[in-house]
């Protein structure tokens, strides 16, 4: 997973514990997440959302490292510029940025 966050989604390694790890953290601007090994054969789905400034270059970038999109960026009725994407362990990550914001660039 550390992996995938720093190739296809831009992060970087805050940390890692154990070996293999089971524990880690990845950065990016101002965002860190906790990655964590399911226990117990069963693996927690996570959804998160992101709001953030230039979505459409973020949305070309990772799209060109093989990020999984799950739902295309477009323009939604509830006022955001958005994607969401499928990591490799199912969690569904969303991305997006006022169209206000954008509008008004």
């Known amino acids: ?4 966050y720093e190739r296809v989604l831009g992060f970087h390694t805050g940390w890692t514990w154990g070996e293999p790890a089971l524990l880690a953290s990845v950065c990016r601007d101002r965002v860190e997440l ?3 090994q399911g226990s117990g ?4 789905i996570s959804k998160v959302y992101f709001q953030m400034s230039g979505v ?4 070309d970038r990772i799209s ?7 739902v295309p960026l477009a323009d ?21 940025e006022a169209a206000t914001a954008i509008a008004s660039r």
């Open 64 to 70: 060109a490292a093989g990020a999984n999109v799950a």
């Open 41 to 44: 054969g069963t693996t927690p």
């Open 76 to 96: 939604r009725p509830y006022g955001m510029r958005d994607f969401r994407i499928v990591d490799p362990s199912g969690n569904e990550l969303s991305f997006g």
């Open 56 to 59: 459409d270059a973020y949305y």
């Open 34 to 36: 906790n990655l964590s």
């Open 1 to 4: 997973a550390v992996e995938y």
